[in-house]
């Protein structure tokens, strides 16, 4: 790790010294590139003005966003000193992000936290990483280049009628950076002796005019967590990838992104293990190899100033060993077209294909009936704008509907408003209809959760059921925007989302679901607990986030969220709507320039316990807890950049989050410093519109 660091150090001190600077030019108003300085020093306005397309499918000011919407910007995560998207997602109001142990994360909106993240759907440049066999997010097979990343856009609430099912309590869109952004060499380095190291190198170059590339790799190593008493946890994992990316203006019309990667790691895992019928459980220490890749192109065509399409193709493919095995295949095609009917109307319409197959092969203790599956998601979108008064109050309507191999067809539909009273007001509300596909581990697999006294081995195993229904939810959002001057904002909203046919096991009234099944040679029985719809609950709360520039130097943002919810017939159950999320959360962020080159950062995150609570199975009891990071970075005009922090300060080792279902052992957090070090041959730009 020293030695890591060394060579960082070394490498970008001779690069610094050997390539002259190169220069931008000043901008007033958010353009398409401009460099981090300029960056920095936007006003809160100009930020707020910063394009987005999460929530509509198309682009268009932060500000007027029908929808509770956050963007972390590639300035924020810069000055933010953040090493991995779950830690970047922190500063995100809505958001509760806390870590298992080293290499998973809990990470959702709205409640209904653990670490499947079920109900939230993540995407990579438009590609869709949720899985569908266990349903939720493996975000080490996620880790890009922190500096490629232009924006992370975070949409809390359904997203279904754009994205489609699963988007239900939220969307993550994390949007790389153009290749023509990123030009020359990029050399950067990271070392904890606590947390782990990364370092990464990039280059981008030019064919001629309109073809722009550039070609990455990355090998990032994390340190295991802490037991309760201290001793290393055996949780570490390491990843390596390599990657490209191509953006071409092939006419004035029409413009084509290709890029592609391929990541190959090993990971240890801590987990409970049944091997077989009879023998005892045991603590099973795997050390397991994840490897896949992906393959994307888009392609943008221009009719007229009225009329254009996007069409988006990408394969993808996982091989990730241990005993929850999967080889899996995915490829999905998409079309969109966007077509304004008048000044005042417009229309997005669209559809997809996806075709996703898997292989896990059974082990005991988990298993899949049929191992090996192939399904096809076929679905269309329609979303209406009407600019019922120009400039004033905007009405949008639309619909998803979809066809999956669970539960058939599911439609999802929203209607939104956009109201705004005068130039510094915005109102906006929701209605919105979202669905959860059950996961393929719900609805065809097995798991034995737990061995019982008996003559014969037996085993309470959870069982798939083929007969579940979609969860669905029933949102209703209200928000608020205000922003007087440039040196004040308020992002305010409330929402109330009511579920039904929540996916459960009922782990009280064990025995009532089936009969005993009795397995012969080996011998062995199991009691099922199988998946169920059973029945609805409902989750409501607040989020608020303010900006303000005290100086012109100076900007502090505050976060708020209050989460409040209760079910009905879940008592017992695995995963109840806000039984594992903190009820209180806060974050205060702090970004101060002492100088032109010179800033000092601090973040101070609160997150209320989640209590014991008896009535359910691996119950979280996790206290209260305060996080401070500080941060003091150098970045200088002509390309290096330092930076030095502290993460976790003021506390001793202690838990963020507990595993659910006993799939793995949860470790300690601990205080922590780390060094960053970059070096770029041209000046970085930080993309603001898209």
Known sequence: MVHLLHCGATLLLLCRLTVPAASAAPA????????????????????MNVKVTSASKKEERLSKAPAAIFAITSEDIRRGGFTSIPEALR????????????????????GFSDYLNNKMLVLVDGRNVYDPSFGGVEWDQQELPMEDID??????????????????????????????ATQGFSVAANSSPEEGSTGSVRYGGKVGGNLAYRVFGKSEYWNPGLTPAGAKAFDSWNMSQAGLRMDWDVSPKDGLTVEGRYYHGRIENETPYFSGPGLPESLLFERFVAEGGNVLARWHHTFSDRSSTDTLGYCDWTDRGGIYYEDRNTCDLELQHNYRLSQR????????????????????????TPALRRDTVVSGFVQYEFDAVPDRLTITGGSKIEHNPYTGFEIQPQVRGVWTPGKAYTIWGAVSRGVRVPSEFEYDGTYQLSQLPGSAPTYLTIYGNSNLKAEVMRAYEMGYRFQPSPRFALDADIYYNDYDNLVNADLVHIGAEGLPVMHQNPLFVEIPVPWQNLGPGQVHGAEVYAEVRPVGRWKLALGVTEVRGNSVNLKGSLNRPVANTPRHQFNVQSRLDLTRYLGLDSALYYYGGIPLDQQIVAAQNVQPHSRVDVGLSLHDSHGLTFSI????????????????????????????VGISLMWQSSPEKATATR
């Open 28 to 47: 007033d108003q958010p353009p398409a590139d401009m460099s981090f300085k300029d960056m920095a020093h936007l006003s809160i306005e100009d930020l």
């Open 91 to 110: 500063a995100v109001p809505g958001l509760y992000v806390a870590r298992i142990n080293a290499d998973w994360w809990s990470v959702s909106a709205r």
């Open 151 to 180: 924006r992370i856009e975070v949409i809390r609430g359904p997203g279904g009628t754009q994205w489609g099912a699963n988007a239900v309590n939220g969307v993550i869109n994390i949007i790389t950076k153009s290749a023509k």
């Open 345 to 368: 109307h417009s229309l997005i319409w669209g559809g997809s294909v996806s075709s996703s197959g898997s292989d896990k092969p059974p082990f005991f203790m988990v298993s899949f």
């Open 645 to 672: 922090w502290g993460r976790d300060l003021g506390t001793g080792r202690h838990p963020e989050n507990l595993p659910a279902l006993f799939t793995t052992t949860a470790s300690y957090v601990q205080q922590s």
